[in-house]
Each structure stands twice: as C-alpha cells, then as structure tokens.
C-alpha cells in the first residue's frame, strides 16, 4: 500500500501563489509517476501536471507558463507551484501516484493511487 499527504492548499486573491505538495510513503519500490489532478463540483477530474521518475512533464494547456511541477525522487514527493492564478483554478486538487510495490507473491504490482485532495480556492 502507499499513502500520499498532500498539503498547501487555501485561500488567495487572483494573481498570487501557492505551492502545494505531496509525499508519498509505504512499500515502494518505484515511483514511476506523480501528478496533480483537480476537480470541481459536477466535472469530471481533469489533469493538471505529472512528472515521471526521469523528470519528464506534461501540462494542461490551461495551467502552461503559470504552473510548474516538480519532485524529489529521494522523498517520493511532488511539488505544484502555481502563479498567476485566477477564480478558474478554484478546485480541489488531488496528489496522484503510479507506483511499484512488491506483489503479493513472486514479482511486483504497479498501481495507481490517489491522496484525499486539498481545496485551493481563488478570489477574484
């Protein structure tokens, strides 16, 4: 099982920061990704950025030249840091991981998980 715990989510006026992170812990053999996904009421969970293990990362074009992901392999742990945000990045953001940890038997498993999400809200 792994466990992620994100936190630095709140309350900020359009145009300011927040950085958000996520630490991944339990019986990981590899972090293959993270990523931030964010939902609001009644939409479906969106992407927001990820970053593999090699340091490659993707965008939403929503978030592109405002938001920049990032993380430790050492620590398992990923970083957002959004600038420039606005009323539409209102959202409830969630931590996500593709792990590998040992199988139940021989070999091992790769599963997705996900963190319990933390509130980013932006006033205009």
């Known amino acids: 099982q792994v466990q992620l715990v994100e936190s630095g989510g709140g309350l900020v006026q359009a145009g300011g920061s927040l950085r958000l992170s996520c630490a991944a812990s339990g019986s990981i053999v590899r972090i293959n990704t993270m990523g931030w996904y964010r939902q609001t009421p009644g939409k479906q969970r969106e992407l927001v950025a990820t970053?593999?293990?090699?340091?490659?990362?993707n965008y939403a074009d929503s978030v592109k030249g405002r938001f920049t992901i990032s993380g430790d392999n050492a620590k398992h742990t990923v970083y957002l840091q959004m600038n420039s945000l606005n009323p539409d990045d209102t959202a409830v953001y969630y931590c996500n991981t593709v792990a590998t940890t040992p199988g139940r038997g021989i070999g091992l498993e790769r599963h997705d998980y996900w963190g319990q999400g933390t509130q980013v809200t932006v006033s205009s």
């Open positions: 970053i593999t293990n090699s340091g490659s990362t």
